[in-house]
């Protein structure tokens, strides 16, 4: 929508990169709905970083191609449009970005070069039982001791532990100080003795979460981020990197073609869903909905091409992008009617078969993709907080 001369060039080039090197288990996998395995990922990973696409939003001194918001969202959307995997956001797009902004020197060449290189994964250590939208009320405790910090506590919902090589984690250093003021953020090496990763499935059969619980484990000093107790400020900041991504419009417009595929399929009669004005009406007022969130997205787009803050109304995009992704899904099931009932968790895996696409496996896999995309209004801040911040920051009430 927002694409000048230049950016549609861009647009063309990525996507015969994507086109020509995805590799062919990895788009079967990602078209038939299934979990990919991680050396799937990392197959993918290489491609991309030989390409200087696994991190090319990075500074280009930090081994990046120092692409600006409108460049980000093109590429994201050929991508998903493509059927490429989302790429873990918590390695590339957050701990990469906050340990280019507030690494010490040895921690961004420890770090660095294998997270841009997608050979390191990191999972991420907020959420706790009782700590998720009011995270500042967090209890696992980091104690100093000499050159080490003990921490012991527990945490929930980290997305990919089983897989992570490394943890960054809010811990509370100072119990006495304020809520916000007592909190550090640590680097933790998920092979440290004391760490017991126990794995959560959900409803819609995917292992995402697990349970991670700390038991005297014993972490350098010198994995610290920032200094002591300040760890709020580099907590936040993680937010920051991500807002224009969470429109999600990308991944929305993967859910458009699926559902469109799904739309032309013949029924028993001969005739297409597209026939019946039901899933016509239904269709086209999610294809606008789309249309809307795309011109919201490329607003703050070009606010940030001119250096002005995105602010804090940028919220909606996230709010509207995560809305649109579940009806979507809804749609999908709706549209593929009992047979999407039969949920077997086994479709989840293997690589789906090159062309394991008819409306078979479509929906083997529906109810479990709709279920999954009810994280999106929970993960990264949930739909009652980004309420919350537009009456508060944006209208003032
Ligand atoms: C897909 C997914 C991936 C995740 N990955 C990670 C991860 O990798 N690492 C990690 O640390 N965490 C992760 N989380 C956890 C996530 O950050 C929390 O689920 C989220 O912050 C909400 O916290 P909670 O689940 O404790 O719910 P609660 O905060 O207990 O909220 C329960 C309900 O109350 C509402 N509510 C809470 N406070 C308010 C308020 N002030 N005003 C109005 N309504 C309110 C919420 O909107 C929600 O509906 C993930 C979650 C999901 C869904």
Redesign the pocket.
Known sequence: MFDTPELAAFRAQVRAFVRAELPDDVRATVRAGRQLAREQYERWHARLAARGYLVPHWPVEAGGQGWGAAQRLVFDEEMCTNDAPELNS?TFDMIGPVLIRYGDAAQKAAFLPAIAAGTQWW?????EPN?????ASLKTRAERRGDRYVVNGS?I????AQYADWMFCLVRTDAEAKAQEGISFLLIDMKTPGITVRPIRGIHGWE??NEVFLDDVAVPAANLVGQENRGWTVAKSLLEFERLKLARVGENKRRMARAREIGMRATADGATLFDQSWFRKRFAALEVRLLALEANAARFVERAAHGEPVGAEVSMLKLRGSQLIQLWEQLAVDALGAAALAFDPAALHGDGGADALGLPELAATASSRRFLSR??T????????QH?IIAKQVLGL
């Open positions: 918590i999972c991420q250590g907020y959420s700590a998720g939208s009011d995270l945490k919902w980290t997305s990919g995402v979460f994280g999106y929970i993960a990264g801040g949930s739909s009652e907080i919350n």
